[in-house]
């Protein structure tokens, strides 16, 4: 059989297509594939490196307050440490000088306390012989008020003496102006010249008030008090409540020194030092409230 032939193909032709891309680009344009990739990578290299510029100042850009900020807050937190530190330093020394103190004013508040009982002891005990009366009418008394009270107590009072007078040291209305009719008269102040006299005239009182009777001048009645400091009269004061519902009961009651206070019931006394006791004793006795209680 004749075998049939292709076309016959340049071989130059042949050549130029079995060529790589380079050596056609080359054919193509004449000019050079190193000196085209070099080129290439210096645009790419300025081109990243004004990417990279534009990145880097917009990030500072945008970065630069924060950092200002972060900055700031450091420094203020390096100075409220400084600070802290300090305070922290000056409280523990603060500690360490009130222990000590703490435990002294602990100690003079006591002194203080015992000087204070000390003092208060010694002003009632020169009001030992010292009576208040309450309730006399201004200028009964006249303008000699000890010569006045040296007869009238024996006499209101019903106290034998020898020659019905009672010595008194002095006597005078407490300092003040002087109050109008409607007002209630000033308290009367009687310095006795002898303690026995003095308890006499207490006595003489206690029993009258035992027997429900009362001393008047008059239309006004007269009561009689020791003379006491305001610190026992407030300690005294305590047991008002309990009196009421003492004398609704029936029972006698009597105020010692300084602030006690003998309750006698049915052939019974007790003796209370304060009130909370006083009206536990009386709750005991059975004695009434007090109305609204």
Not at 2 to 28: I, M, Y
Not at 101 to 121: C, N, P, S, Y
Not at 222 to 234: E, G, K, M, Y
Not at 269 to 288: I, M
Request: aromatic letters at 4%.
């Amino acid at each position: 059989m004749r075998n049939k032939k292709g076309p016959v193909v340049d071989s130059e032709e042949q050549v130029a297509a079995n060529a790589n891309p380079e050596e056609q680009l080359q054919a193509s344009t004449g000019a050079d594939p190193g000196g085209i990739d070099a080129s290439m990578r210096a645009c790419i290299r300025e081109t990243m490196t004004e990417m990279t510029a534009h990145v880097t100042k917009a990030i500072d850009e945008k970065l630069a307050p924060v950092l200002d900020l972060l900055k700031k807050h450091g420094d203020q937190l390096l100075s409220h440490e400084s600070r802290l530190a300090e305070s922290e330093r000056r409280i523990a020394a603060l500690e360490d000088a009130v222990d000590p103190t703490t435990t002294r004013v602990a100690t003079l508040e006591k002194t203080v306390q015992h000087l204070t009982e000390r003092i208060d002891d010694l002003e009632n005990r020169g009001r030992r012989k010292n009576v208040r009366i309450l309730g006399l009418p201004e200028n009964v008394e006249g303008t000699n008020p000890t010569r006045f009270f040296e007869r009238w107590l024996p006499e209101v009072l019903q106290i034998e003496t020898k020659d019905g007078r009672i010595k008194l040291e002095r006597a005078h209305r407490t300092l003040g102006q002087k109050p109008p009719p409607t007002q209630r008269p000033r308290p009367v102040l009687v310095r006795f010249h002898n303690y026995q006299d003095k308890q006499r005239v207490m006595n003489a009182s206690w029993e009258l008030g035992r027997k429900e009777e009362v001393v008047k001048h008059g239309d006004a009645t007269v009561n009689f008090f020791q003379d006491l400091s305001a610190a026992v009269i407030r300690k005294r004061k305590g047991y008002d409540a309990v009196k009421k519902r003492l004398r609704l009961l029936g029972a006698d009651y009597r105020q010692l020194y300084p602030a006690l206070l003998k309750i006698t019931f049915r052939g019974s006394s007790k003796v209370c030092n304060n009130p909370e006791e006083a009206v536990h004793y009386a709750d005991s006795l059975g004695a009434p409230p007090l109305p609204g209680e």
